[in-house]
């Protein structure tokens, strides 16, 4: 076949129910004939409908964003096979050990995508980083108590104000 299906976990429903996304231009028959000759399953009865993507501003992934231009993304269709009550079908359990598919490379590689987000997404920083912080208040700190003398920047120069300065 030229097509994917995706089994869906749904809890909710009885065992003799299967519920899969399908491609928009799959219908029933076609669905019921794959499941008779791939798996010998008989379909008693298949509910459609196609599930409507909500309205989104500005096309993701657009080079130019337009915030006023709007769009509604690609549907899915979904389909509810309905199997005979001999045959019900019961997912397999979840597995508890996740090392075969790399589950902690995975969680790291993950966490490194959502670290290095979270710095593109901060933008300008408004004020200084805590190190910065820190630095700032054990200066203000020495200071307050006498243990050094300020002095005006512009004096790091030999005296000579910046603007005074010839380059």
């Not at 050990?97 to 993950?110: A, C, F, G, T, Y």
């Amino acid at each position: 076949p030229s097509f994917t299906l995706t089994l869906l976990r749904t809890p909710h429903s009885p065992p003799h129910f299967a519920t899969f996304i399908t491609p928009l231009s799959l219908n029933k028959l076609d669905l019921k004939d794959y499941l008779w000759h791939a798996y010998g399953l008989q379909a008693l009865r298949i509910r459609s409908y196609v599930q409507q993507s909500k309205i989104m501003q500005g096309k993701p992934n657009a080079k130019i964003p337009r915030p006023h231009q709007w769009f509604r993304p690609r549907s899915t269709k979904r389909m509810t096979v309905e199997l005979p009550p001999d045959q019900p079908f019961r997912f397999p359990e979840a597995p508890t050990d996740l090392s075969p598919w790399d589950k902690d490379r995975h969680e790291k590689m993950q966490k490194a995508r959502e670290e290095a987000q979270d710095q593109v997404e901060e933008g300008p920083r408004i004020g200084p980083k805590a190190e910065e912080r820190d630095k700032l208040r054990s200066q203000a700190r020495e200071l307050l108590e006498g243990k050094k003398v300020w002095k005006a920047g512009w004096m790091d120069y030999g005296g000579v104000r910046p603007e005074q300065a010839r380059v």
